[in-house]
C-alpha cells in the first residue's frame, strides 16, 4: 500500500516560495523520522530536511534558513515551506521515511522508503 504521498510542487521564479506537504501512513508518521530528498537531472540524490516523532527538526546546509520542515499531527502530514527560492533548488522532490532523521539528510543513499515525487522549477 501507498505509504507517502507527496503534494505541492509547481513552477516558481527565483526568490518565489513553496510549499510542499506529504501525507504518510500512520505506522510511518508515528514511528520514523519523515523528511524530504531531492534529485536534479544528472545529480545525486540530495538530502533536505527532516523531522522526527518529537518535532525535533534536521537540515541540509543548502537549505538552513530558508526551508522549514513541520508536521502537522491531525493529519499526518509533513510540510516543507521552501522560501527564497532558487534555481539550484531545481529538483524532484521525494518524500521519505527512516528510523534516524540524519539518515535522510546526510545519506540519502541508505533510504529505502519513498514517495513518487513532485517536481520544483525555479527560474
Known amino acids: 500500500h501507498v505509504q507517502l504521498v507527496e503534494s505541492g510542487g509547481g513552477s516558481v521564479q527565483a526568490g518565489g516560495s513553496l510549499r510542499l506537504s506529504c501525507v504518510a501512513s500512520?505506522?510511518?508518521?508515528?514511528?520514523?523520522?519523515v523528511g524530504w530528498l531531492r534529485q536534479a537531472p544528472g545529480k545525486e540524490r540530495e538530502g533536505v530536511a527532516a523531522?522526527?516523532?518529537?518535532?525535533?527538526?534536521s537540515y541540509a546546509d543548502p537549505v538552513k534558513g530558508r526551508f522549514t520542515i513541520s508536521k502537522d499531527n491531525a493529519n499526518n502530514t509533513v510540510n516543507l515551506m521552501m522560501n527564497s527560492l532558487k534555481p539550484e533548488d531545481t529538483a524532484m522532490y521525494y518524500c521519505?521515511?527512516?528510523?534516524?532523521?540524519?539518515?535522510?539528510?546526510?545519506?540519502?543513499?541508505?533510504?529505502?522508503?519513498w514517495g513518487h515525487g513532485t517536481q520544483v522549477t525555479v527560474s
Open positions: 500512520r505506522s510511518l508518521y508515528s514511528g520514523a523520522c
Open positions: 523531522i522526527d516523532s518529537d518535532g525535533i527538526a
Open positions: 521519505a521515511a527512516d528510523p534516524v532523521c540524519e539518515t535522510i539528510v546526510t545519506l540519502p543513499r541508505a533510504v529505502d522508503i
